[in-house]
């Protein structure tokens, strides 16, 4: 196989969640632009329209599916209709997620149980599902959790969101034990830790202390527009069937300093 197949995605299925904006639709136009369908998820309607609307216009075969995660008995329908309208998934991104600041001596019961359900638990339950009804039975399959590298490290100055990088830190590891129990079937599951991107997600939080990531960022700025796509596209193909159980950092070298 030559290199360029290798990181060919033709006819694959894969399910985004929280995909309608931010890395999610980074990650969906990346896969999409190496032939791949991709469904997406996301509480929004009206922004699951804006995002088929634009990656349409690219090319891509899209289905988006209102679904709000928090409520964990709705994931079997979710993978129904994906699999009713495109067939069995080959790829599922664990990318929805959520974030609270406090500290953590104030930290609020209900802050912690939504973060720890939307970043740890969904996850789990969603790889559960996918695998057991698309990936085990063909002996193939990717899962990218999507972390952070707040899960590698504690936080800094003015940074109070306890449950986020406590939760980040156990998708990272349930990568690894996914991947572990998982591999005989032949599915690869790892982890991608992006750093400071504009997001919706971190804008409260970036306005705050900009200059402070920028000054221990090694490369000097934030994530951009294409900063997740070589990642992922390699994380979903043949080109990383090698790799399992791994956590990529995409941050600038911010993790490292």
């Not at 609307?53 to 964990?72: F, K, M, N, P, Y």
């Not at 699999?83 to 912690?112: C, H, M, S």
């Not at 830190?169 to 998982?182: D, G, K, P």
Request: charged letters at 20%; a neutral charge; hydrophobic letters at 45%.
């Amino acid at each position: 196989m030559g290199v360029q197949q290798l990181f060919q995605l033709d006819g694959q299925v894969a399910l985004i969640t929280g995909g309608s904006r931010g890395l999610g639709l980074q990650m969906a136009e990346a896969l999409g632009e190496m032939a791949c369908q991709v469904a997406l998820s996301a509480r929004k309607a009206d922004e699951l329209k804006e995002a088929r609307t634009h990656l349409e216009a690219r090319g891509i075969r899209v289905l988006t599916c209102v679904s709000d995660l928090q409520q964990v008995d709705k994931i079997p329908a979710l993978v129904d209709e994906v699999v009713r309208a495109l067939g069995p998934i080959d790829i599922l991104i664990n990318n929805a997620g959520a974030t609270w600041g406090a500290p953590a001596e104030d930290y609020p019961d209900e802050a912690w149980n939504k973060v720890m359900n939307l970043n740890v638990s969904v996850p789990f339950f969603l790889a559960r599902e996918v695998a057991r009804r698309c990936m085990i039975p063909r002996r193939s399959g990717k899962i990218i959790n999507v972390a952070s590298i707040a899960g590698l490290k504690a936080n800094g100055p003015g940074m109070y969101t306890v449950a986020y990088n406590t939760s980040k830190a156990a998708a990272i590891h349930l990568t690894r034990v996914l991947a572990a129990e998982w591999g005989r079937y032949q599915i690869n599951v790892n982890a991608i830790c992006p750093g400071f991107f504009p997001t919706k997600m971190s804008a409260g939080l970036l306005d705050k202390i900009l200059p402070m990531v920028i000054e221990r960022t090694p490369l000097g700025r934030l994530g951009g527009d294409e900063d997740l796509k070589g990642a992922v596209v390699f994380l979903a193909s043949a080109a990383s069937r090698h790799i399992t159980g791994q956590a990529l950092a995409v941050d600038g070298g911010s993790s490292i300093v």
